[in-house]
């Protein structure tokens, strides 16, 4: 159970594209979904936090104009990169979670996105 | 304010040896820890969490970690390593008492298992 699906795996694009990317949690109501961006010396930066309905939360530092965030139902979260360049080149992960019981669940993880920008 | 450390950036162990991943944490109240393990290109998989009861947890692929309240630690443990545990492990904390409800991530350590 509590599988996440996230697409797609790996997007390379011309700079100035804009790309979209979706994640679905498959079996469960994810109340909350997480955005992160994970840099080659592999540590996580966490992007936006979103919940069902409701406007994303965006970390310091993090341009909400330039990553589209939308909460749309309790199973599916987009997250889109506009007008992206070279820069924005990096592995995205989202993950969800059940915000039941005080809050005492793990988030679960999709496969993540491959963005390289050309 | 939340935050964790892991205080080693990579591990190395070799196969059938036990193995050790550190973790520290410091929240307000009572924290909730959390570990999970990353494998290439890959999303993070929950391997065990923290929340109350016992302080030793039991989770998946044979994984354990202890939790001590008196060091504000969480190590991650395993009796015999395996060449497949070889991966990138987080350690995550949030605050149980009310506080935030997104957790904090450690940076990460990097695991290797010998053969």
């Known amino acids: 159970g509590a599988v996440v699906s996230q697409h797609p795996s790996r997007v390379i694009c011309k700079s100035g594209t804009s790309v979209k990317i979706e994640c679905r949690s498959l079996?469960?109501?994810?109340?909350?979904m997480f955005w992160y961006r994970q840099f080659p010396k592999k540590s996580l930066m966490l992007m936006a936090t979103?919940?069902?309905?409701?406007?994303?939360?965006?970390e310091q530092g993090v341009e909400k104009d330039k990553f589209l965030i939308n909460h749309a139902s309790l199973t599916l979260s987009t997250l889109t990169v506009t007008s992206a360049h070279p820069e924005d080149s990096s592995f995205y992960i989202c993950?969800?979670?059940?915000?039941?019981?005080?809050?005492?669940?793990?988030?679960?993880f999709g496969d993540g996105t491959r963005l390289s920008i050309l | 304010a939340q935050s964790v450390a892991q205080p080693e950036d990579q591990v190395n162990v070799a196969e059938g040896n036990p193995l050790t991943v550190k973790c520290t944490y410091s929240?307000?109240?009572?924290?909730?820890l959390f570990w999970y393990v990353q494998y290439p290109n890959r999303g993070l998989q929950f391997l065990l969490k923290?929340?109350?009861?016992?302080?030793l947890v039991k989770g998946s692929y044979g994984f354990e970690a202890e939790f001590n309240k008196s060091q504000t630690s969480f190590h991650l443990k395993k009796p015999s390593a395996l060449v497949s545990d070889s991966a990138l492990y987080f350690c995550?904390?949030?605050?149980?008492?009310?506080?935030?409800?997104?957790?904090?991530f450690g940076r990460g350590t990097s695991l290797i298992v010998h053969p």
């Open positions: 993950s969800a979670s059940y915000r039941g019981y005080g809050g005492n669940q793990p988030q679960h």
């Open positions: 079996d469960f109501q994810a109340t909350t």
């Open positions: 979103s919940n069902e309905g409701s406007k994303a939360t965006y």
């Open positions: 929240v307000s109240g009572n924290p909730y």
């Open positions: 923290y929340i109350t009861g016992d302080n």
């Open positions: 995550a904390v949030r605050d149980g008492s009310g506080g935030s409800y997104i957790p904090t």
